[in-house]
């Protein structure tokens, strides 16, 4: 069944309060739910309470039992015809939180029990109005064995505890916020935990707590850490602080995503918070530090001013995601940062645009919600923030968002009330800016320019083009700010002076241009000589900029904005392999731009380390027609293979300076030192050659940090198999007892190139470390496989066949990771007849298997129709 956004009615009833009583038992949970309803309306209606999988025991209106006439129940719902315009009503409901593997709901997760009701959750727990418009206070007494769960955990402040002889206790929580069912969370077990604590601007103190399973108590302070830094920042920058005296963070090993923002108790996937340099690599820390700030700021962008309906959900998402983006600069260094993002919104959210699963940032139409907590509403979501944030400049933003959090504080809003808000502070009318919402598929922007030396003009045309929707609908041109510059020789930044149409003055100012047709020219004067262009500086409009590559070796030695430096070392690339794959030679060219940069010390060495990459497979694949994967990796191997002959004295030279021990630390410095050597060994590993294994053989064996290890081992086993046996055993044997470490030599073996390795993926997983219902395991072994174009693409069909195999299997346990896993099919309708048609094979597979669920159902029914 479809459910789409024009059909929005609000809630019959709104239940102003809730008090549950959860009983947890070894076998099963009683949840006993009092609401306080209110009708809206004044003529009697039936109030409609969601429920999934539950086993009701009892009903009650006003603590009377009501006969059986009086509701009525489906799959989906219970119906009281007429409880009345103000009532008590009370279900009582059985559940099994042990059976509960799709990690929805009340579930198990090694011993511990927790939950994860975003979006709809909370109805397989019990009875409710389970949508973000309907807002209610929640307190919550959880009872149970004091000897299993000595730790009982809900939302909001600890009022009361208590134990009973039996043997069991009771812990009795109330939110004072009024919340949506989607923001509910209970935590039961055995869990250790380290506490910190924190002072508001305001003065308040808040007591910090991370629990985590006992023993793992050190690896959480990376995570706290992270935690008073986020706090800070938030209060620094948007003015806003916590608003409870505790603030608790709980961590379980089975999550299906990275963590949930529930009020006063976030529970995280345990990737996001235990570190240490031991066991976590420098990308899983810096994972932590921004999952742990995305989390807490929901509190104000989520919590605090929430959703009217799932269809908002990039209001909050889209939002929460450039507030971590923007964290994470400000800790760390900000040209990486934003290269690390927009690498990430092309390699995720590019090809999901390009497909047949495409969607506006804020859709219009769901089978299944939880099929739409995307790249494009999360990342794209970010980037049309992003672009907010540009077009009205810091300081009318931060006025912006004061407007919005006063006008909107306790209330579930749309993106339209946000867009008023920022409305209100903007130099320019956002009608059509609000297109960003609507419409999907990424647009390009076509630069050409011509210099006139004798009148000193520089004249640049711009054309946007704008694909049409999957269902074939044209679709509008944008209004996009796009930052630029003109260059002189020295890199110097010319002064902008725009001819004519002078519209949007205060943004050229910033040195920025309007656009919003899908044609225009802006003509450019005093320019002494021919300058170079420098545009869409730190990729301030999320499109494919199209622009001339006269520039691009200049662009990427000089120009001043860091990104466009490594978008033009990007571009180059990419031409170049575009080049070899059409049988030419690698341009000299090429080969000593990559040498200037690799030779140039004044570069901080995270960023050179992302200067001196190759674009991945999937970035190629967005500029082929037909995608031929096979093409792309032979050409990116041996370009690979070319750049190492031609810089390997300088390579070698090189990674002997980094790797040093005192390179072992977390500040910038090391963290950089680490990318960089890995890069470098990267590249003479692809020569297979003696001295390159010997060079990682030592790394693995001497390294002080999993950033080293990991790399060396993969480099290992990827491209030398058999020098990688020995270290592939020792680490199994040094970390089988650790599933997240355990994930990353699972992600080792799938992505391997080497042919046996389909064979070792299924040996994989009959290992006992191996469990399919934990999800970062799937991930990271079935998931690592399905993205390794080497074999998800193997001609035999071989790949496709395993992976549809999986989701069959993996549907029937866990239909949210079995949906995410069909998403490795996408490209379906880019490839070679071939290809297209073993894949079609194997997802018609998937599609006639009975009971399939609607996750994978719709994922699998846009593809194959696509
Ligand atoms: N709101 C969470 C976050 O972005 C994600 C929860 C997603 N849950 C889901 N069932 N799809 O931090
Ligand atoms: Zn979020």
């Given at each position: 069944k479809t459910i789409y956004l024009k059909e929005y009615e609000a809630p019959a009833y709104h239940i102003l309060s809730t008090e549950l009583t959860f009983e947890i038992f070894e076998e099963h949970t009683l949840v006993i739910n009092r609401m306080a309803i209110k009708r809206r309306g004044d003529v009697p209606v039936p109030l409609l309470l969601d429920g999934d999988d539950l086993e009701l025991l009892c009903v009650k209106v006003d603590d009377v039992k009501i006969p059986t006439d009086a509701y009525e129940r489906n799959e989906e719902t219970l119906t009281l015809f007429d409880p009345g315009a103000e009532a008590t009503v009370q279900v009582v409901t059985k559940i099994y939180p042990d059976k509960n593997t799709a990690l929805e709901g009340l579930y198990r997760s090694g011993g511990i029990y927790c939950t994860q009701c975003e979006p709809h959750g909370f109805r397989r727990i019990t009875y409710f109005i389970d949508r973000p418009d309907n807002m209610s206070v929640f307190t919550v007494k959880v009872i149970a064995e004091q000897s299993v769960c000595p730790v009982l955990l809900s939302n909001g402040n600890l009022e009361e505890e208590g134990s009973f002889p039996d043997g069991r206790h009771y812990a009795l929580?109330?939110?004072?916020?009024?919340?949506?069912?989607?923001?509910?969370?209970?935590?039961?077990?055995?869990?250790?935990?380290?506490?910190?604590?924190?002072?508001?601007?305001?003065?308040?103190?808040?007591?910090?707590?991370?629990?985590?399973?006992?023993?793992?108590?050190?690896?959480?302070?990376?995570?706290?850490?992270?935690?008073?830094?986020?706090?800070r920042w938030d209060e620094e920058t948007y003015g806003r602080s916590y608003d409870l005296s505790v603030y608790n963070i709980v961590a379980v090993d089975s999550f299906n995503m990275g963590a949930m923002e529930n009020k006063g108790l976030n529970i995280f996937n345990s990737h996001y918070v235990l570190a240490d340099e031991e066991t976590a690599t420098d990308a899983d820390f810096l994972g932590i530090e921004s999952v742990i700030a995305h989390e807490y700021f929901h509190n104000w962008t989520g919590n605090r001013i929430t959703c009217r309906d799932w269809f908002q959900l990039t209001l909050k998402?889209?939002?929460?995601?450039?507030?971590?983006?923007?964290?994470?600069?400000?800790?760390?260094?900000?040209?990486?940062?934003?290269?690390?993002?927009?690498?990430?919104?092309?390699?995720?959210?590019?090809?999901?645009?390009?497909?047949?699963?495409?969607?506006?940032?804020?859709?219009?139409?769901?089978?299944?919600?939880?099929?739409?907590?995307?790249?494009?509403?999360?990342?794209?979501?970010?980037?049309?923030?992003?672009?907010?944030?540009?077009?009205?400049?810091?300081?009318?933003?931060?006025?912006?968002?004061?407007?919005?959090?006063?006008?909107?504080?306790?209330?579930?809003?749309?993106?339209?009330?946000?867009?008023?808000?920022?409305?209100?502070?903007?130099?320019?009318?956002?009608?059509?800016?609000?297109?960003?919402?609507?419409?999907?598929?990424?647009?390009?922007?076509?630069?050409?320019?011509?210099?006139?030396?004798?009148?000193?003009?520089?004249?640049?045309?711009?054309?946007?083009?704008?694909?049409?929707?999957?269902?074939?609908?044209?679709?509008?041109?944008?209004?996009?700010?796009?930052?630029?510059?003109?260059?002189?020789?020295?890199?110097?930044?010319?002064?902008?002076?725009?001819?004519?149409?002078?519209?949007?003055?205060?943004?050229?100012?910033?040195?920025?241009?309007?656009?919003?047709?899908?044609?225009?020219?802006f003509t450019f004067g005093g320019l002494a000589s021919e300058p170079a262009l420098s545009l869409n500086r730190h990729f301030g409009a999320p499109v494919v900029m199209e622009y001339p590559q006269e520039d691009v070796m200049n662009l990427m030695r000089f120009d001043s904005d860091g990104f466009v430096r490594y978008e033009a070392a990007q571009s180059f690339a990419r031409s170049t392999l575009e080049a070899m794959m059409r049988g030419e030679a690698v341009s000299p060219q090429f080969l000593e731009s990559f040498k200037h940069i690799l030779e140039d010390e004044s570069l901080d060495l995270q960023f050179k380390a992302q200067l001196l990459s190759l674009p991945t497979v999937t970035m190629l694949m967005q500029t082929q027609q037909t995608v031929d994967v096979h093409a792309i990796l032979e050409a990116s191997d041996a370009l690979r293979r070319e750049i190492a002959v031609a810089c390997e004295a300088t390579m070698r030279h090189l990674y002997a300076l980094l790797h040093r021990p005192a390179h072992m630390g977390l500040e910038a410095e090391s963290i950089g030192a680490r990318a960089l050597k890995n890069r470098l060994l990267g590249y003479l590993m692809a020569q297979q050659d003696a001295e390159s294994i010997d060079s990682a053989m030592a790394q693995y064996e001497e390294s002080h940090t999993m950033t080293d290890r990991l790399a060396a081992l993969q480099l290992l086993h990827h491209g030398a198999p058999e020098a990688a046996e020995a270290p592939m055993r020792d680490f199994y044997e040094r970390y089988s007892g650790d599933m997240l470490v355990m994930t990353k030599y699972f992600s080792v073996i799938a992505s391997s190139p080497q042919p046996d390795t389909l064979s070792r993926v299924r040996a994989a997983m009959e290992d006992e470390v191996f469990n399919i219902k934990v999800p970062n395991l799937v991930r990271s072994l079935i998931g690592s496989f399905a993205r390794n174009p080497y074999h998800f693409h193997a001609y035999d069909g071989s790949g496709y066949a395993f992976v549809a195999e999986q989701i069959i299997a993996l549907d029937a346990i866990n239909p949210m990771i079995a949906a995410g896993l069909s998403g490795a099919f996408k490209t379906y309708n880019r490839l070679n007849a071939h290809s297209r048609a073993q894949m079609r094979d194997a997802l018609e597979k998937v599609q006639a298997h009975r009971g399939i669920s609607k996750n994978v159902y719709e994922i699998v029914g846009k593809i194959l129709a696509g």
């Open positions: 929580w109330k939110d004072p916020f009024p919340k949506p069912s989607y923001l509910f969370a209970l935590v039961a077990g055995d869990l250790g935990r380290i506490s910190d604590n924190f002072t508001t601007a305001e003065g308040n103190e808040v007591a910090l707590h991370i629990y985590v399973d006992k023993g793992n108590e050190p690896r959480a302070d990376h995570a706290m850490r992270s935690l008073k830094a986020s706090m998402e889209g939002l929460t995601v450039f507030r971590d983006q923007s964290f994470s600069a400000d800790m760390q260094s900000e040209v990486v940062q934003r290269i690390r993002d927009v690498d990430m919104l092309r390699e995720r959210q590019f090809p999901e645009d390009a497909g047949p699963t495409a969607h506006p940032i804020k859709p219009e139409q769901y089978i299944e919600i939880n099929n739409f907590y995307t790249a494009t509403v999360y990342e794209k979501g970010s980037e049309v923030i992003r672009m907010l944030h540009t077009i009205l400049g810091e300081k009318a933003w931060r006025a912006a968002m004061d407007l919005y959090f006063e006008t909107f504080d306790g209330q579930a809003v749309r993106t339209e009330d946000f867009l008023w808000a920022m409305q209100q502070h903007s130099p320019i009318d956002l009608a059509q800016f609000a297109l960003w919402y609507s419409q999907e598929r990424t647009p390009s922007l076509c630069a050409e320019h011509s210099y006139d030396p004798a009148s000193g003009r520089l004249t640049l045309k711009l054309e946007q083009i704008v694909p049409d929707a999957v269902d074939g609908r044209k679709q509008q041109p944008y209004c996009m700010p796009l930052r630029l510059a003109l260059l002189g020789h020295a890199g110097e930044e010319l002064p902008l002076q725009l001819e004519g149409d002078t519209g949007a003055q205060p943004l050229l100012e910033r040195g920025i241009l309007l656009i919003t047709r899908d044609e225009e020219s």
